[in-house]
């Protein structure tokens, strides 16, 4: 009997059972194939059927994420950190900008070794006394020396990082509907549960990732437009 359906039912049930985290890669094809005893191949087939379904998306490089059954359509953009800073009422608190080890999930994404230094910047932004968004970031420590000395409740990271020698060509990002977990609600001040965005967004300096971000924002207050020649 073929082995591939009792992956598929597994991985689908950690899925809709919130075993795997918003925003972090499953396990890889190999890492699959020896928890299941079964080939590659064979692992690789549960996740096509996942993907081909709407359970997961593919990110070449950086592995297989969870979609919650949410289908991708779209052109959309945000404005720069830059912009927001400049409006009078807009601040942004820094809750914690440490350096740490990073996870095999964080060092999947940023393709480097687990255990490599990770600068982790973590804010809230508010508009007068209402927080809007809640920003996780993860940058390569190897590329940017000093970072987390620097303003970073008023400073761009984007810009900042050009700065420091690290030019910005790519991003990848990724928008979808989602119920807050306590930690996020309990910031956002509204209760667990609440329909939110979370954008996630890889930025490249040519073949290298540098940075990945998860923002968490709310959907009462945000709306998000464009116009693009159909």
Do not use: C
């Not at 953009?77 to 740490?100: C, D, G, M, S, Y």
């Not at 480097?112 to 390569?140: C, M, Q, T, W």
């Not at 970073?152 to 990002?173: D, F, K, N």
Request: charged residues 25%.
């Amino acid at each position: 009997m073929a082995k591939y359906p009792l992956i598929k039912t597994t991985l689908k049930d950690r899925l809709l059972g919130g075993h795997y985290l918003e925003g972090l890669p499953l396990p890889s094809e190999p890492q699959l194939a020896r928890e299941f005893d079964v080939s590659r191949m064979t692992a690789r087939r549960a996740i096509d059927e996942l993907e081909r379904e709407g359970y997961v998306y593919r990110v070449q490089g950086a592995g297989t994420f969870p979609t919650g059954k949410r289908f991708r359509q779209g052109v959309f953009r945000i404005r720069p950190f830059k912009e927001w800073a400049r409006h009078p009422e807009h601040r942004t608190q820094v809750l914690r900008a440490i350096e740490i080890q990073a996870t095999p999930e964080i060092a999947a994404v940023l393709q480097i070794e687990p255990g490599s230094s990770v600068a982790f910047i973590h804010r809230l932004r508010s508009a007068g006394d209402e927080p809007l968004v809640i920003e996780k970031r993860y940058i390569n420590a190897a590329l940017v020396g000093g970072l987390l000395e620097r303003n970073l409740a008023s400073e761009s990271i984007h810009e900042l990082l050009i700065a420091m020698g690290v030019p910005l060509t790519r991003v990848e990002q990724s928008l979808e509907a989602v119920n807050l977990r306590q930690e996020e609600a309990e910031l956002l001040r509204v209760p667990v549960g609440t329909a939110a965005f979370l954008m996630r967004r890889t930025t490249y300096s040519g073949a290298q990732r540098v940075s990945y971000v998860n923002y968490w924002v709310r959907g009462d207050r945000y709306a998000f437009q464009d116009s693009f020649e159909p």
